[in-house]
């Protein structure tokens, strides 16, 4: 699960990492009065004003058909209102978000924490992740921060300094140091990076976090180091053991056919394509898509309706999978290992007649205990639907009725 900046942040200061503060606002009266707020707080007139959405880029990120980046320097309350004006309900297309880019719903009006005159505020890059390959955390640090880190990977990668955590000991003092000595700071602000890089550590790992990525992190001329940025991904898998941060879930960042499919238990995730699909099992989902692919179809989704296709799960699927616009033909592919074809079948059919006319095509695999049984009744049903038993068969009965 993803997080705004301003959420990361706020898991951030409970752990003690120096963080840029700001105040969240969704109106433009809401954000002058933020800016005020800061002003006041920071004795100055500079802040910044920043798009929360789910995606990284802002800074260099576009308002459509304006001349609004994501992210703005504002000098006063006017600037604040005009910036807020802009950035409020509209689209803000960046490299993260694709072409179709995302709504605007909050800003953050936040302090800044360049200081005039700063002649060399450093920007790093320091993220900590799940390394799955090795079975550990670790710690990514760059002195190239405030740039795009893809870049910086694909150009220089020898830039990137990696250090990885034991988790039978955890985040050692050598390593934090290390990481301190490798982007080149010493004195102070080595002393305040090993301090960071622990509280950091101590907040991803507390929060059972699957990335917490800072970039920048700031280095200021009184050797301040500094969280300016925040992008978290919560691990789904623990949020059960944290309903705090369960609670910082924005529906309206997430796609609307996913939101609903979670609420009815499916496993729904949105593609391209043309073909919707309806599997029983997350493996068999990613085998059925490849044979749709093998066959010159593109899937329009992948959908585990997971152990129990029954006529209620059933149906859920094909409500969500009949919303997308794109989909001009519909393949059900169920093993019928401790569910059984027939009563599949069944479920098919009083899901069909409860939703009425389905206005594509749907093939149907049922294979496994009661296969032909199943079979039999679709076949029977006198519905618009088609049935296979071989994997083959129905890929190739998919070209047919697209055709
Ligand atoms: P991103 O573009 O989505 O990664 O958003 P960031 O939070 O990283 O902000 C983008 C850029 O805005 C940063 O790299 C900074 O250069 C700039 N920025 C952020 N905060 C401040 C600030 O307090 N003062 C100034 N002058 N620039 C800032
Ligand atoms: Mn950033």
Request: aromatic residues 6%; glycine residues 8%; charged residues 25%.
């Given at each position: 699960?993803n997080?705004?900046?301003?959420q990361?942040?706020?898991i951030?200061?409970?752990?003690?990492?120096?963080?840029?503060?700001?105040?969240?606002a969704?109106?433009?009266?809401?954000?002058?009065?933020?800016?005020k707020e800061?002003?006041k707080?920071?004795?100055?007139?500079?802040?910044?004003?920043k798009?929360?959405?789910?995606?990284?880029?802002?800074?260099?990120g576009?308002?459509?058909?304006?001349e609004?980046?994501?992210?703005q320097?504002v000098k006063?309350?006017?600037?604040t209102?005009?910036?807020?004006?802009?950035?409020l309900?509209?689209?803000?297309?960046?490299?993260?978000?694709?072409?179709e880019g995302?709504?605007?719903?909050?800003?953050?009006?936040?302090?800044?924490v360049?200081?005039?005159?700063?002649?060399?505020?450093?920007?790093?890059?320091?993220?900590?992740?799940?390394?799955r390959t090795?079975?550990?955390?670790v710690i990514?640090?760059?002195?190239?921060g405030g740039?795009?880190i893809?870049?910086?990977?694909?150009n220089?990668?020898?830039?990137i300094f990696?250090?990885?955590?034991d988790?039978r000991?955890?985040?050692?003092g050598?390593q934090?140091?290390?990481?301190?000595?490798?982007?080149?700071?010493?004195?102070?602000?080595n002393?305040?990076m090993?301090?960071?890089i622990f509280s950091?550590?101590k907040?991803?790992?507390?929060?059972?976090?699957?990335?917490?990525?800072i970039?920048?992190?700031l280095?200021?001329?009184d050797?301040k180091?500094?969280?300016v940025?925040?992008k978290?991904?919560?691990?789904?898998?623990?949020?059960?053991?944290?309903?705090?941060?369960?609670?910082?879930?924005?529906?309206?960042?997430e796609?609307?056919?996913?939101?609903?499919?979670?609420?009815?238990?499916?496993?729904y995730?949105?593609?391209?394509?043309n073909?919707g699909?309806?599997?029983n099992?997350?493996?068999?989902?990613?085998?059925?898509m490849?044979i749709?692919?093998?066959?010159?179809?593109?899937?329009a989704?992948?959908l585990?309706?997971?152990?129990s296709?029954?006529?209620?799960?059933?149906?859920?699927?094909?409500?969500i999978?009949?919303?997308?616009?794109?989909?001009?033909?519909?393949?059900v592919n169920?093993?019928?290992g401790?569910?059984?074809?027939d009563?599949?079948?069944t479920?098919i059919v009083?899901?069909?007649k409860?939703i009425?006319e389905?206005?594509v095509?749907?093939?149907?695999?049922?294979q496994?205990?009661?296969a032909e049984?199943?079979?039999a009744?679709i076949?029977?049903?006198?519905?618009k639907?088609?049935?296979?038993?071989?994997?083959k068969?129905?890929a190739?009965?998919?070209?047919?009725?697209?055709k």
């Amino acid at each position: 699960m993803n997080i705004h900046e301003y959420q990361g942040k706020e898991i951030l200061a409970k752990y003690g990492v120096r963080i840029q503060r700001g105040i969240v606002a969704e109106s433009p009266e809401s954000a002058v009065t933020a800016y005020k707020e800061i002003a006041k707080m920071t004795d100055s007139t500079f802040a910044v004003i920043k798009s929360q959405i789910h995606a990284g880029g802002r800074g260099k990120g576009q308002i459509v058909g304006m001349e609004q980046h994501g992210v703005q320097l504002v000098k006063s309350a006017e600037a604040t209102k005009t910036a807020a004006t802009n950035l409020l309900r509209n689209v803000l297309v960046t490299h993260q978000t694709g072409p179709e880019g995302k709504v605007v719903n909050k800003v953050l009006i936040a302090e800044d924490v360049y200081y005039p005159g700063d002649s060399e505020p450093k920007e790093f890059y320091i993220s900590i992740l799940l390394d799955r390959t090795k079975g550990c955390n670790v710690i990514m640090a760059s002195t190239e921060g405030g740039m795009d880190i893809e870049e910086v990977a694909e150009n220089t990668p020898e830039l990137i300094f990696k250090e990885w955590i034991d988790p039978r000991v955890g985040l050692q003092g050598f390593q934090a140091r290390k990481v301190a000595n490798k982007l080149g700071l010493s004195g102070l602000a080595n002393k305040e990076m090993v301090k960071f890089i622990f509280s950091l550590y101590k907040a991803y790992e507390s929060s059972d976090a699957a990335m917490f990525e800072i970039n920048p992190v700031l280095k200021t001329s009184d050797n301040k180091i500094l969280a300016v940025d925040a992008k978290v991904d919560l691990d789904d898998n623990a949020l059960y053991r944290h309903p705090e941060l369960l609670a910082l879930r924005d529906k309206a960042e997430e796609d609307p056919m996913e939101v609903e499919a979670s609420e009815s238990d499916l496993n729904y995730v949105k593609l391209d394509g043309n073909v919707g699909c309806m599997v029983n099992g997350a493996g068999l989902a990613m085998a059925t898509m490849d044979i749709i692919k093998l066959y010159g179809g593109e899937p329009a989704n992948f959908l585990d309706v997971g152990g129990s296709a029954n006529a209620v799960t059933v149906e859920a699927g094909f409500r969500i999978i009949l919303k997308d616009p794109n989909v001009k033909a519909i393949f059900v592919n169920i093993f019928g290992g401790i569910v059984r074809c027939d009563r599949v079948a069944t479920g098919i059919v009083e899901a069909y007649k409860s939703i009425g006319e389905i206005p594509v095509p749907i093939v149907v695999r049922l294979q496994g205990t009661n296969a032909e049984e199943g079979a039999a009744i679709i076949n029977e049903s006198g519905l618009k639907v088609f049935s296979a038993v071989k994997l083959k068969e129905a890929a190739e009965l998919i070209q047919k009725v697209l055709k």
